[in-house]
């Protein structure tokens, strides 16, 4: 039913809030909310927490791994795929 919640969270209740902060617009809202979904669980709690100087290194530590991710992509790109064959027409 509408305004009632998600089906997500109803199905893990009981539910503690641990985090709010106030926006102008619901669009702003929205858009932090989009952020912070995809943090990492280790950022998200140090928000919870308050540790707010724990934030850039752990932005900077996902910085880094989709660096490398990056990286093995392109090296997984660059790498023969296999045997190849010379066919001549």
Same mark, same amino acid.
């Given at each position: 039913m509408a305004g009632e919640g @998600? =089906?997500?969270t109803a199905r893990r209740l009981p539910v503690e809030v641990v985090y709010t902060e106030e926006f102008e617009t619901l669009y702003e809202a929205f !858009?932090? &909310?989009r952020q912070v979904k995809g943090w990492s669980r280790a *950022? *998200? &709690?140090a928000l919870i927490r308050g540790d707010y100087e724990a934030l850039p290194p !752990?932005?900077?530590?996902? !910085? *880094?791994?989709?660096? /490398? /991710?990056? !990286? /093995?992509q392109a090296q997984d790109? =660059?790498? %023969?795929? @296999? %045997? *190849?064959t010379d066919r001549k027409s």
């Open positions: @998600g =089906d997500y !858009l932090v &909310e *950022k *998200k &709690e !752990l932005a900077a530590n996902a !910085l *880094k791994r989709a660096e /490398r /991710r990056a !990286l /093995r790109e =660059d790498a %023969p795929s @296999g %045997p *190849k």
